[in-house]
T-cell receptor, first 113, second 113 residues
Framework: QKEVEQNSGPLSVPEGAIASLNCTYS??????FFWYRQYSGKSPELIMS????GDKEDGRFTAQLNKASQYVSLLIRDSQPSDSATYLC?????????????FGKGTKLSVIP | DTAVSQTPKYLVTQMGNDKSIKCEQN?????MYWYKQDSKKFLKIMFSYNNKELIINETVPNRFSPKSPDKAHLNLHINSLELGDSAVYFC????????????FGSGTRLTVV
């Protein structure tokens, strides 16, 4: 069973702080990694993708990937109340499971004004 | 323009009924999916179609039957609805290599009473 693990939270941070969301995955052969944001009652929205080790920045968001540790993270700088949502980590596994994205259970983030 | 559209958005029905959910994408993607999101927000793959061909059929009761008349449409028919079928069902689409993640529809909230 190829798994993606996330701390379910809730993670509470004050407005303006850095929010750090973490994800680990079990399939060492995974090559593609994604972060989705899901507001309550809405569909998941792709916010970041990362494919190689290191950091990838997009505005206030930074995705970090460490394939040796099988770890991917999302940093949100200058957190805003509008960032309050559930963040889903998703991985494209290798081999027979590569037809699907495997999702973690999500981390609920609350940004306190 | 809506990229992935699902209908209906809400569906309330009695146990034992048969219902269908429709999905259409105008992104030119060749792979479409049905995911189920339970009350704990966990997204689980149900089916995947590539160019009208079934690729994935996870452990889903055979009361659920997907149909893909062409690569832009993927419908989900559910027979003999049960209370446990209550969930949000998301349609999604992607390119075959999945490297760029999925685009999700807005979801169908199914409530079985």
């Amino acid at each position: 069973q190829k798994e993606v693990e996330q701390n379910s939270g809730p993670l509470s941070v004050p407005e303006g702080a850095i929010a750090s969301l973490n994800c680990t995955y079990s399939d060492r052969g995974s090559q593609s990694f994604f972060w989705y944001r899901q507001y309550s009652g809405k569909s998941p929205e792709l916010i970041m993708s990362i494919y190689s080790n290191g950091d990838k920045e997009d505005g206030r968001f930074t995705a970090q990937l460490n394939k040796a540790s099988q770890y991917v993270s999302l940093l949100i700088r200058d957190s805003q109340p509008s960032d309050s949502a559930t963040y889903l980590c998703a991985v494209v596994p290798s081999g027979a499971g590569s037809y699907q994205l495997t999702f973690g259970k999500g981390t609920k983030l609350s940004v306190i004004p | 323009d809506t990229a992935v559209s699902q209908t209906p958005k809400y569906l309330v029905t009695q146990m034992g009924n048969d219902k269908s959910i429709k999905c259409e994408q105008n992104l030119g993607h060749d792979t479409m999916y049905w995911y189920k999101q339970d009350s704990k927000k966990f997204l689980k793959i149900m089916f995947s179609y590539n160019n009208k061909e079934l690729i994935i059929n996870e452990t889903v009761p055979n009361r659920f039957s997907p149909k893909s008349p062409d690569k832009a449409h993927l419908n989900l028919h559910i027979n003999s609805l049960e209370l446990g079928d209550s969930a949000v069902y998301f349609c999604a689409s992607s390119q075959w290599d999945r490297s760029y993640g999925y685009t999700f529809g807005s979801g169908t909230r199914l409530t079985v009473v």
